[in-house]
């Protein structure tokens, strides 16, 4: 029995260790998987961040403040937004007058001008365009006449305006020439009337523009090279000759932000046309991007309906792609489809456009999406 007993001890004990040995190769095994799994997921890490900085991100424009002027003594400033849209090649320069009526966060309303040369005028602006201001611009008024190149510029003016210059009213009108010594006088000067400062603002940069434009290439660069090397830090410098660069070559139109005077206990303001800007300010923006979207189809065969029609409601705030064809050139009433979270701006567009019927998607129709199929009853002739 002691010798049975001995063998059957010493048996347990080779399965033991031999279970411990098998526990051991698993154990090791774990580790050499779980080891060389993070092996994998550290080279890849150290691989993403190595080349994530050579990949450049798609670059779609931006949306500049640029003020001109600011903390010039005994001078306002005037600023302007500039909008880049890469997609679009093109630029739009809209002068913010300094009488805008401005609305703030809390709904109070300021002045433009009470902003102008500081960092709060660009919230109050962005909220105004509903688009993010990607950086600001800031330079002397000496500036301009370094861009232009020249000892004065043409200006044009579609009406004789007067401006308070020093103690004087300096009448202007039609096609004139312009010192560009006398640019910050000039455009840091009052109207006699609300809308005089800022028609000559956008006259005197549209001018400026286009007076750099017909230089020859060489000088032109050096000129904008010149006025961007007036920015603070390289950062801004790069920025700044960039624009400039792109508004001398394009030359682009410079318009009014797109507003309406009033005149209230003899108080002129501009009041904002926030349809307008959502026309021609928003949707130029290079990241616009809206919550519903409005397909256009044309269902009469009249050509270039539907780009008449996206036109048209380029007021509302919607992504309105390139107009189709409809199935057919057969339909007789304009159909307005409104997805089942749509019925709104579906009705929206039925008072624009004045023609048609709204009726539910359904199924075919996505939630924020609206199919307008333009029919018989509105012609290109209805809607110049």
Known sequence: MAKGSGYRTQRLRERRAAR????????????????????????????????????????????ALVTVGAGE??????????????????????????TLLLEGPH???VMAGDLMGTADLAPYVSRLIKATIDFQVGLPYRSLAALAGAGSIWVTLKSSIGLRVGDAVHMYGGRFSLPTAALPEVLSADGQKGPEEAAMSVAVLG????????????ARSAAVQHVAELAPDAAVRRQTQGLLA????????????????QTAEGQFAFRPDTEQIMAQVTRWAPRYQAHYTVLVRNGNGDAGVGRM???????LDVNLPTPGNAPSFGYHETQI???????AVAQDIRAILGRGVVLAGGDTVPPTTI???????????DLR
């Open 207 to 218: 001018a400026v523009l286009q007076t750099a434009a017909l230089l020859p290439s060489d």
């Open 337 to 343: 489809l409104a997805g089942s979270d749509a019925l």
């Open 20 to 63: 411990g040995r098998r526990l051991q190769l698993a154990a090791l095994a774990l580790v050499a998987a779980a080891v060389a799994l993070a092996a994998v997921l550290g080279a890849a890490y150290i691989a993403h961040h190595l080349t994530a900085k050579h990949v450049a991100k798609p670059d779609l424009g931006y949306v």
């Open 309 to 315: 029609v996206v036109q048209r409601l380029s007021v």
């Open 73 to 98: 003594p005994s001078r306002q400033p005037v600023s302007y937004v500039v909008i880049f849209n890469r997609g679009l090649g093109s630029y739009r320069v809209f002068a913010v007058p300094r």
């Open 107 to 109: 709904g109070e309303y």
């Open 246 to 261: 792109g508004l001398v070559t394009g030359t682009p139109l410079v318009e009014r932000i797109p507003s309406y005077g």
């Open 371 to 381: 199919v307008v199929i333009v029919g018989k009853d509105l012609r290109t002739k």
